[in-house]
Every structure is written in C-alpha cells, then in structure tokens.
C-alpha cells in the first residue's frame, strides 16, 4: 500500500513544541515514552534525552524499548523496559521518531489520556492531540533538543551526550546529505553541555566480534543492476544462523555498499520471518522515500525502508523495478528546461 508523503516543513512547528512542553510540565500521572520498532540511534537517543529531562522536573517517566546491543551503553540501568502491554490509566504519550502509527512499538497508542507524536519523516501520519513532524529537520534529536529547551530543564552531560548520539546516527557522523549548519551548530551547543565527544562517537562505532564476518559474508552477494546505478547486497537467515549472530547491527551494511563508485542508489535486503526488510539508501536528487513508498513504506528522501513481503528473489525484482522507475523521473526532471 503506497503511503501519503508530506515532506513540507510545518511554520507552525516551534509553537507545538511550547505547547507540548505546557502540557508535560503541567502533568500530574505518568508518562510513557515510545518509538519504532527496530530502534535506532536516533529514536534511542531521543527517547533517553526526553526521559531524562522530564524526571529531572520531577515526573514519573517509563521508556518503553529494546535497543540494538551496540547502542545499549547509552542507557543507564532501569532506564528502559521492553514493553507494555498496556498504558496506566492518565498516561501522558510521547510518541517519537515513529514514521507512521503502524509502527509504534513499546506500548499501545490507543488509550494514553493526551498523545505527542514527534518525527521528522514525511510519511508521518500526523496522529495524536500534538503532532510535531518537521521534515526538514535532520532527526528527531533535533527537535527534542529544542523541546528540553522550551521546558526549561538545565541542561547536562547526561541529558545531552543521548540526545547528539542521535544526531550523530541519523546524519551519519555528519556525512550524509541531511548534514547542514543547523545540525553542526546544534551538535556544538551540546557539546558545549558537557559530551565527551570524541568518547561519543568512538563508542557508537563498537560492534560485537560476531558482526565481522557476518559483514564478510553479506559483501560477499554485493551485485549491481541498472548499469551499476543500484547496488544491492543480502543478508539471508542462513548467514545469520551461520555467523551465529544477532541481525540488530546489520543495518549497517547499506551504509557501507552505499559508497560504491558510480552507484546512485543502494539497497540492502534482509531475511526477516514472513517478510523480506528493504533498507535504502541514494545521493541527491534520487529519493530513497520514493522507491521505498512504492514498496509499502516510507522513510526520508536520502534514507527510506519497507518490509515487503515475498521472497529475496521477488522483492528484488520489484526493488529493481521501483528504482528504475525514481532514476527515470529524475532523468525527466532534469531534461525539462
């Protein structure tokens, strides 16, 4: 099912998130944090960022998420539980970094007494009594910088050094296309709060021993379609079982095959019970967001994803045919004078 793209940034955004701030500083119940599933760097760092600055004005915070192993050291013990089944009764929801209601994961959304949806991705569905997506901002980091701002909350090394991880991880290391001075500058400011940077991004670049040679055998499938405009690598279940590892790394690996010279587009696909994940990748002005919304999901116009059900062969085949389609559309756009 092709989802609804808005990518246009919201004026009114800023306004939001002092009335999302009104409403947390006013609340006397508990409050719920959650994200998507298959957490990254930024729905974790957000998440930790939020919770923290919401106990340090004193309310009952539970983040509800499982980290992949190599984001775990950013999280203090007791900080997170897996999930829950169900939201006490006056639950304050912040609901962050989440491209679409479908792919809530941590809580149920339905029941929570007030509901705040934060994002950055365009294929948002603007859900909750507060929707604050703004597209044009780097990551959600970002504007969960922002809201600690408007809370007022003071800030420190441990309400900041999650919330630039995430910036980090969304922008890459600051090397993808969404990198620009708003994101330097606002990755100074905390910095300037205390983060041991340097400390920061060496340990995001841990991974367990396991991840190498699982890492050799995916690049190991690296093929090239479309006149080495797309390139794309597997993972299947087999390698993962062989490698004796757990997958929550591997998205990894399309930032690695993105790189290849001449590609305009690269595509990871990964084995996953009952459905094959796409995670892609593309360099301006190819949209990532495009081919993977014609795939049944969404994502940002250089980073995008789509679970998609059928076998590796088929939905390769239909990535190939979607890819096709977004590089012909970019080659029109460019020949209209």
Partial sequence: MRRDVDNRPDP????????AAEVARGWDGPVV???????????????????????????????????????????????????????????LLFVLDVADKQRVAGAPVDGAAYTVNIDHHGTNDRFGDIAVVQPDKAATAMLIKEL?????????????????????????????????????????????RGVAYVDLTDRLQWRHPAYFPMLGKVMSTVHY?????LVIAHFTAAMRAE?????????????????????KVAALLKER????????????????????????GGGHVAAAGANVNGSLHEVEERLVAATARELTRVEQANETP
């Fill in 225 to 229: 379609e479309l006149g080495g405009r």
């Fill in 33 to 91: 944090v959650v994200s998507h599933v298959d957490p990254d760097g930024d729905a974790l760092g957000s998440c930790l960022a939020l919770r923290r600055a919401l106990v340090d004005l004193g309310k009952s915070v539970t983040v509800a998420l499982t980290p992949p192993s190599y984001l775990e050291f950013l999280a203090e013990p007791g900080e997170l539980v897996p999930s829950l089944s169900q939201l006490p009764a006056g639950t």
């Fill in 148 to 192: 600690i701002d408007e809370l007022g909350v003071a800030w420190s090394p441990r309400i900041a050094t999650p919330c630039l991880a995430g910036i980090i991880t969304d922008t890459g290391n600051f090397r993808f296309a969404n990198t620009n001075r708003e994101v330097l500058e606002t990755a100074g400011e905390l910095i300037d």
């Fill in 273 to 296: 019970e009952g459905h094959i994940k796409v995670s892609v990748r593309t360099r301006v002005p190819v949209s990532a967001q495009n081919i993977c919304v014609e795939l049944g």
């Fill in 12 to 19: 009114d955004y800023r306004s939001k998130l002092a009335k």
């Fill in 243 to 263: 490698a004796q590892a757990a997958d929550d790394d591997s998205d990894d690996f399309v930032g690695v095959i993105r790189y290849a010279e001449g590609a």
